[in-house]
């Protein structure tokens, strides 16, 4: 059992950088090793642009189901675009909901002879302008400036560990060559035996930053414990969570944090819009070694052995480049793209071909 353990996820007001930055980085010392998971309040993404973003949701996933399968997933090989419902697995059960998926602006940098990776990052597929007018640039909008917010908390982060503003930096690339993803996601009320929306997971890169888009519950995160704790929306927060990169590069000093969304109770769906802050495609984690304060080390030990979760890791961080680690969870996820964008690792990962219960997690 931890000598420590969390039954809510803590709130860290932002503002704090500016008026009290010292009690700041101690709070989010706090919740980067012993939890895995925080709220972010006050924060500078603009509140008006939020807002006109999640009014844009239910019209976005009322478009006429032609004009969705126009940019369905299947037609990217960035993987980006439209899912419908049910079309992606976790633990090789269905997750009961239907997302498109967008991404920050980037010209995709692959040409003949590069690394099969580099593919993975590229232009979105966006919805017909006349249909739903506006959305693009409010989106475009939202995600330039999260990014932003997401670069400048990584800079925290490495200050709340002692290494400094800069003591990240190494695993991002030049911006020009970076891109940064998102989903728009709809969790409709469901019937039958199965309340999986998504089920327990860790995410893949460094730091997710999740825009509960509407009021319902349904987020859970597993504590040191192993047992399941809610985190509801609270209104002008972001959830914060650390991904398994970052636990890896850290040497489990930052803690990826299990977690899943159950499909929502009542007559009306659960909205959400997490944000995936991704590290330079050509990284290789078990090639940066950080080292940290022995000051620091002894917050990690004192924080006890982590129980089993019920998610898995991802396993291939210490042989891999990221991009490459990213592309297999993709073509795990999405198999009817990978088939038709990547057949040649889709084979070395579905020899029998695709089953149906495979799943990236």
Not at 70 to 96: P, W
Not at 201 to 214: E, I, M, R, V, W
Request: hydrophobic residues 35%.
């Amino acid at each position: 059992m931890p000598s420590e353990d969390f039954s809510s996820v803590p709130i860290l007001d932002y503002s704090l950088v500016e008026s009290e930055k010292a009690q700041f980085l101690e709070q989010l010392r706090h919740a980067l090793i012993n939890v895995g998971f925080l709220y972010l309040s006050n924060h500078p993404v603009s509140q008006a642009n939020i807002d006109t973003l999640i009014s844009y949701i239910p019209k976005l996933f009322a478009l006429p189901q032609e004009a969705k399968d126009k940019i369905k997933m299947a037609n990217s090989e960035h993987f980006l675009g439209y899912s419908r419902f049910g079309a992606e697995l976790t633990k090789g059960a269905v997750d009961q909901r239907e997302q498109f998926d967008f991404a920050t602006k980037h010209e995709c940098r692959w040409k003949e002879g590069d690394p099969e990776h580099y593919r993975l990052w590229g232009p979105c597929q966006w919805p017909d302008e006349k249909l739903i007018p506006g959305f693009r640039e409010t989106l475009e909008g939202y995600l330039e400036q999260v990014e932003s917010l997401s670069l400048k908390f990584s800079s925290l982060i490495a200050e709340a560990f002692g290494l400094g503003p800069d003591g990240l930096s190494q695993f991002y690339d030049t911006p020009e060559l970076m891109q940064h993803r998102a989903k728009i996601v709809k969790y409709p009320v469901v019937q039958g035996s199965s309340d999986q929306g998504v089920g327990p997971h860790y995410d893949a890169g460094f730091l997710t930053f999740l825009l509960q888009a509407s009021e319902h519950r349904g987020l859970q995160v597993q504590n040191l414990s192993g047992e399941w704790i809610d985190a509801p929306p609270v209104p002008g927060t972001f959830v914060v969570n650390l991904g398994k990169a970052l636990e890896f590069v850290t040497g489990g000093l930052a803690r990826a944090t299990s977690h899943r969304v159950l499909s929502p109770k009542g007559a009306s769906p659960r909205y959400s819009v997490p944000f995936f802050q991704n590290i330079g495609l050509d990284v290789r984690l078990a090639e940066h070694v950080l080292k940290f304060p022995p000051e620091i080390l002894a917050l990690r030990d004192a924080r006890g052995n982590v129980a089993a979760t019920d998610s898995v890791n991802f396993t291939e961080f210490d042989r891999e480049p990221s991009g490459k680690v990213n592309l297999i969870g993709r073509v795990k996820s999405h198999p009817d793209v990978a088939e038709r964008h990547y057949p040649e690792l889709f084979k070395q990962i579905f020899p029998q071909g695709f089953t149906g219960l495979s799943s990236a997690y």
